[in-house]
């Protein structure tokens, strides 16, 4: 079945360190990833989706087919990148539905 | 409208209680989503609506939870006989078709069953 996994539930950093959020999936067919984003009292919101291949806010994330992950990864964390990140990945034959992760609060500390 | 709304943005029910959950999702996107939102669980897939296909109601965890598009526009959720472990914040979700874009989140509707 499908799964999308995010294997910590909080990770605390200090501000300059680097970050990584994992997230590692089981999918048969061809996936789709992204990364979605809730700051504290603000609305779910899409981060960066793997197609893309871009950059949001400093956080880079890459398909890794062999090892099925997609890492959420930031060289240097900020105090405002302190929120709520949720791995999903696309059932593209479903539509399009979403199947989330259980998220991962990142906690950047001064 | 500019994004999507979600009404009530909070509602407070007595167990065995029938709610209705409102979805107003962006113009022009044909596919709406309702996921459930619960402390240590993540995001929980509830039913998805794409145009005028018939829905996929796979994730809907009881059959006191239904749900309708009308017109293809707006949702509603209703959760019939509410009960305690319903208590969650339901989210609605609208994209463009096949979710090529990703979704675009309304802000939510807290549930509380006491």
């Known amino acids: 079945a499908q799964r999308v996994t995010q294997p910590e539930k909080l990770l605390s950093v200090f501000k300059g360190a680097p970050v990584e959020l994992k997230c590692n999936y089981s999918y048969s067919g061809s996936p789709e990833l992204f990364w979605y984003v809730q700051y504290s009292r603000q609305r779910l919101q899409l981060l960066l989706r793997?197609?893309s291949r871009e950059s949001i806010k400093g956080f880079t994330a890459d398909l890794n087919k062999g090892e099925t992950s997609f890492h959420l990864k930031k060289p240097f964390a900020q105090e405002e990148d302190s929120a709520m990140y949720y791995c999903a990945l696309s059932e593209h034959n479903q539509g399009g539905k979403l199947i989330f992760g259980q998220g991962t609060e990142l906690s950047v500390k001064p | 409208g500019a994004g999507v709304s979600q009404s009530p943005s909070n509602k407070v029910t007595e167990k065995g209680k029938d709610v209705e959950l409102r979805c107003d999702p962006i113009?022009?996107?044909?596919?709406l989503y309702w996921y459930r939102q619960s402390l240590g669980q993540g995001l929980e897939f509830l039913i998805y609506?794409?145009?005028?296909?018939?829905?996929?109601k796979s994730g809907l965890p009881s059959d006191r939870f239904s749900a309708e598009r009308t017109g293809g526009s707006v949702s509603t959720l209703t959760i019939q006989r509410t009960q305690q472990e319903d208590s969650a914040v339901y989210l609605c979700?609208?994209?463009?078709?096949?979710?090529?874009?990703?979704?675009?989140f309304g802000s939510g509707t807290r549930l509380t069953v006491v």
């Open positions: 793997h197609i």
């Open positions: 609506f794409q145009g005028n296909s018939a829905p996929d």
């Open positions: 979700a609208s994209s463009l078709a096949r979710g090529r874009g990703g979704y675009t």
């Open positions: 113009s022009g996107h044909t596919a």
